[in-house]
């Protein structure tokens, strides 16, 4: 069955809306594959706007492995903007994939990347436009298995009653072993129907379809148990680890689109995993172990990368980009590859160290040195121990210092407020640090002319994390405190001109902590906020706070829980959290202990240089940390004009 | 800087959508991936040395754009031709590449030939409004600019306007479009197709049912035989070694 563009009937549409050229496609590097000659097709899709949605480097990834694949094709589709759905739903024109302009409806999988909660109420735009049921429950055999992969599908109970499954960690293998399961099925007469896909991706242990499991409750709203209801499914899933990232070089066709995008760059990830055990962050916990790019495969990504894209900005990324093990060289060796070339590169991630300033120094060799960043994330010493951010303020003070007095004229710091026993003179701890920023910066400069901005960003408890358990702040604490900071930064006649201060206030994250933590009876919520015209929950314009709570107030009607249930409240140590059943190779009792050591300000070191603490990752995994150094060099291969 | 290059290119098809700003990232880049030799400014933050003349407006198709670029050492303006237009995503098209010789390239473009599809419409309504619309001395209209609402004559610009009937539709039998033919001259406030179509409206109640498809198909001097623009490379090809 051949499928039909949807160009023409779109294209009526486009001079009417807001920055047509974003749903046009035609992107360089992008792949239109022949519809026929394909088993297995995919529409991936990143749940935002397309200038959000493009540049991901998870989507970008499984794009153009699974177009690699002989008998699967992949193409993208992405959030539409409230000006083009309005004209969709009134010409009847369903969602659309960007590259061939196909109905998402008529491929096999719909693979959505969450990198963040606040995609939920497009995924259920995106399916209603597509003409798919919003209930898994409701699907037919023509309708797509919807799949939810990212950050975010390491919970994603939330959305269980929409999504069909979820994978939780790294893409690359999973999506292929999938595509092959599909393609398998297929071509055997899909025995089953859909229900006989599902069960056979359930059984591999390695694809979690919440279908497959009842979630008992306690009459106090708590939950009794997540125990499988069909034979075959296992207890517990597992997340996916691409050992050897050096075998997996993508993206090595990036895509360049003609729309401006949020990161407008070629992106190199140069290495997976971060165990500095930041007890606060998601990412460092559920992607461990850390697993490392080699230098010469960073040197040789990089230079296939300008070559394919013409970008003319190189972002070495990963959760803390100088810890990679010769990050010296590769700095230099890039520096002296690309100097006088007006290719210029940056490393976002930075720690606080002199030796960062160094690498900040190589990376400036090409343009002006304007501002560096680092993440303290907590206002006092003793909140630093809490959240495990090993940074001591004498650390802090010395590499400002360094960084003025070697021409670096602004400091941008990054706190969090709201963290787990976090008081008030903690957060008025970030206004001591800045003055004394300042004032080191003065000195060392023998100027006025520094600058530093505080930006604060507010705590959500995250699951797989040691804060799993712990009690979110209530938006009006946060409110109340980010309010006295600013106060003081303000009244401060002698810094407070040279200190700026950036902040959101603490509502949106009482929504996000609902949908990270949340369990299937939250879905509900969901539903409820998009049918009352809830889109783009990321975009302050369009997110509404009173529109969640009024909703939640109204779908968790007769339950024995509310949104302070979820949210403010601790949890004990053997409560059944609703992600439990989901395995991302951390032992619940070793959470459970930096969780206390946490609460009693015990710091933890990182596993990469001192001995193993059992976090249980590698062992659960069959995994192990995989750094260098190589010992390698880069060689100035290319002359670029 | 050894040399400047004048280019002319095509925006054509879904390309169309592109906006001045996606165009010029949309070049920047394809010269680095061409390799070509271009010149940035000097300055504390450099930028490619490329400048647009007379850019169509976001949705409106060209067979006739044009920009300047400079290059540091020089360049066969038919290898840099070829290789910009390779590095270009398809629908982005280099059709003409010169080296530039004296004079402004923005002061040659002194109108445009534009063609507007309107499938759909009716052919004769269509010419009785183009009467009306030309023997009018003055047609105001009004736009939304990022000033504000905007009055201006739509008129006084049209050097001239015709109304034809396709047969040969995509659309299928029964389905009729009128093609209209326009000369406009760049003046201030410039006048756009968009423009004259609202003038249609406004003096013949003439409203097409459909979205128009609009293609610049030339601008340049306007030639005083045939009332048409001419190509503005001309005066660089006098001479030269192409």
Sequence with gaps: ?641 | MAQRLRVRYAKRGRLRFTSHRDISRAVERAVRRADIPVAFSAGFSPHPRISYAGAAPTGVASEAEYLEIAVTRPCRPQELRAALDASLPPGLDVLDVVEARAGSLADRLEGSLWEVRLPGADPAAAESAVKEFMTAGEVAVERLTKKGMRNFDARGAVASLTADQDDHVEGGPNQSCVILRMVVRHETPAVRPDDVLMGLRLVADFAPPSPPSVTRLAQGPLDASTGEPADPLEADRVGGDQ
């Excluded at chain 1, 720690?351 to 303290?376: C, K």
């Excluded at chain 1, 941008?412 to 001591?432: H, N, Q, R, S, W």
């Excluded at chain 1, 009693?600 to 150094?629: A, F, H, K, L, S």
Aim: proline residues 6%; negative net charge.
């Design chain 1, 1 to 641: 069955m051949s499928v039909e563009s949807l160009f023409p009937r779109l294209e009526a549409l486009l001079p009417k809306v807001q920055k047509p050229i974003q749903y046009v496609g035609g992107e360089l590097n992008s792949t239109v594959k022949d519809w026929d000659e394909a088993t297995v097709r995919w529409a991936l899709m990143y749940p935002d706007a397309y200038e959000v949605g493009l540049p991901n480097q998870g989507v970008q990834i499984l794009y153009e492995i699974l177009n690699e694949l002989p008998e699967t094709l992949a193409e993208r589709t992405y959030a539409v903007w409230p000006d083009l759905e309005r004209l969709m739903r009134a010409e009847g024109v369903p969602q659309f994939t960007v590259d061939a302009h196909r109905p998402v409806r008529a491929f096999d999988v719909l693979g959505l990347s969450f990198s963040t909660e606040l995609g939920y109420t497009n995924m259920l735009t995106a399916l209603d436009l597509a003409g798919i049921p919003l209930s898994a429950a409701d699907r037919g055999p023509d309708d797509p298995i919807v799949l939810a992969g990212g950050h975010a599908a390491f919970n994603p109970e939330p959305i269980a009653d929409f999504i069909d499954a979820a994978v939780l960690g790294d893409g690359e293998q999973i999506a292929i072993a999938i595509s092959e399961v599909i393609r398998e099925w297929k071509s055997e007469g899909e025995p089953g129907g859909r229900d006989g896909v599902l069960l056979r991706l359930a059984e591999t242990g390695g694809v979690y379809v919440p279908r497959f499991y009842d979630v008992e409750y306690l009459p106090d709203g708590r939950i009794k148990r997540v125990v499988p209801n069909r034979s075959g499914v296992p207890s517990r899933v597992f997340k996916h680890t691409v050992m050897d990232l050096d075998e997996w070089p993508y993206p090595k066709k990036p895509l360049v689109p003609l729309a401006e995008t949020v990161h407008e760059r070629f992106s190199v990830e140069i290495f997976r995993g971060c165990t500095r055990g930041c007890r606060f962050c998601q990412a460092g916990m559920i992607t461990r172990p850390v697993r490392e790019r080699s230098i010469t495969t960073i040197g040789a990504m990089v230079d296939n990368g300008i070559r394919e894209s013409g970008f003319s900005e190189v972002g070495l990324l990963s959760l803390s980009s100088a810890d990679h093990s010769e990050i010296g060289e590769v700095a230099k060796g890039l520096a002296d590859r690309y100097e006088g070339s007006n290719v210029s590169l940056s490393l976002p991630s930075t720690r606080v160290d002199a030796f960062n300033i160094d690498l900040a120094n190589e990376f400036s060799r090409n343009g002006r040195r304007s501002g560096l960043t680092f993440a303290p994330e907590g206002g006092s010493e003793r909140m630093r121990k809490v959240i495990n951010k090993m940074v001591s303020e004498e650390d802090l003070i010395r590499t400002v210092t360094t960084a003025y007095s070697q021409g670096w004229r602004q400091v941008k710091l990054y706190f969090m407020c709201g963290l787990p026993t976090e008081e008030d003179v903690d957060v008025l701890g970030i206004a001591d640090l800045a003055r004394k920023v300042i004032q080191a910066g003065r000195e060392a400069t023998g100027s006025r002319d520094v600058r530093c901005t505080v930006s604060i960003g507010g705590f959500v408890p995250k699951p797989h994390t040691p804060f799993q358990w712990a009690a979110q702040a209530d938006h009006e604490t946060v409110d109340r405190r980010l309010r006295e900071l600013r106060n003081t930064l303000r009244n401060d006649k002698q810094y407070g001109k040279a200190i700026g201060m950036r902040y959101h206030d603490g509502k949106p994250s009482i929504v996000e902590g609902l949908l990270s933590r949340g369990d299937r009876r939250v879905g509900k919520i969901i539903q409820a906020v998009w049918e009352d015209g809830g889109r783009f929950d990321g975009w302050s314009e369009h997110f509404s706070y009173d529109r969640w709570m009024a909703c939640a107030a109204k779908a968790l009607d007769g339950e024995p829980v509310d949104v302070d249930w979820y949210t403010v409240r601790e949890r004990e140590e053997h409560e059944v959290l609703p992600w439990d059943h989901l395995d991302a190779g951390l032992d619940r009792e070793w959470l459970w202990q930096d969780w206390q050591d946490a609460v009693n300000d015990v710091e933890v070191e990182d596993c990469r240089w001192t001995p193993c603490y059992d976090c249980g990752v590698c062992p659960t995994m069959g995994t192990e940390i995989q750094i260098g150094p190589t010992g390698r060099k880069l060689l100035p291969l290319t002359v670029v004009s």
